[in-house]
């Protein structure tokens, strides 16, 4: 049981490049979520999904896109990076029956560290 | 919109002490979880503790407890016995049904143990 895995762990890219942030759970989880993480700040989420074939915006979702084809991938993309979008970025997951005591808990993945030039 | 806010950017304890976190929340939510996450040097997350907003009782997780003041909005984390693997960021987080359960994270206070 690996929870959640994140690829790649770092990657450097220049502006104007593309790229896709893998996220997988194998915890059967419905809910899939995208964070950053920058200097002097907590987590702010850029998308999330409460299940398969949904996605939804978070607080800054401007420059990023999202797809969740399979109940156990949540990918993250980047069409054209910019420095501003140099950060940490945590996957996370969460398993909701709507009761129970553990069911809101969100689960986060190693991180991703990205850096654009 | 629900805010989380965290006063103390920095902190230490010397090790086998007991240190408080403070955090203070908002939101108009009547149930809600509230969390506090680690992140060691690692930037792992990690859950520390959670607490339902409906509890009245305290959360308590071996040397880790909270004080949650729910009049207040306030959900201070006491380190009992401090270790030096307690040296970390440790972050408090709130959730609702509302928001499809994204978390609300503070700033972070980043606590150091001395030996």
């Known amino acids: 049981n690996a929870g959640v895995t994140q690829t790649p762990k770092f990657r450097v890219l220049k502006t104007g490049q593309s790229m896709t942030l893998l996220c997988a759970q194998d915890?059967?989880?419905?809910?899939m979520y995208w964070y950053r993480q920058d200097p002097g700040m907590g987590l702010r989420l850029i998308h999330y999904?409460?299940?398969?074939?949904?996605?939804a915006k978070g607080e800054v979702p401007d420059g990023y896109n999202v797809s969740r084809l399979k109940k156990q991938n949540f990918l993250l993309g980047l069409e054209s990076a910019a420095p501003s979008q140099t950060s940490v970025y945590f996957c996370a997951s969460s398993y909701w029956t709507g009761s129970g005591t553990d069911a809101e808990t969100q689960y986060f993945g190693p991180g991703t560290r990205l850096l654009v030039l | 919109a629900q805010t989380v806010t965290q006063s103390q950017p920095e902190m230490s304890v010397q090790e086998a002490e007991t240190v408080t976190l403070s955090c203070t929340y908002d939101?108009?939510?009547?149930?809600?979880?509230l969390f506090w996450y680690k992140q060691p040097p690692s930037r792992q997350m990690i859950l520390v503790i959670r607490q339902e907003a409906y509890k009245q009782q305290n959360a308590t997780e071996n040397r880790f407890s909270v004080n949650f003041q729910k009049a207040a909005k306030s959900f201070s984390l006491k380190i009992s016995d401090s270790q030096l693997g307690d040296t970390a960021m440790y972050f408090c987080?709130?959730?609702?049904?509302?928001?499809?359960?994204?978390?609300?994270f503070g700033k972070g206070t980043k606590l150091s143990v001395i030996p």
């Open positions: 999904s409460v299940g398969e074939g949904t996605t």
């Open positions: 939101t108009s939510e009547n149930n809600y979880y």
């Open positions: 915890m059967n989880h419905e809910y």
């Open positions: 987080a709130l959730t609702s049904s509302a928001g499809s359960y994204q978390l609300t």
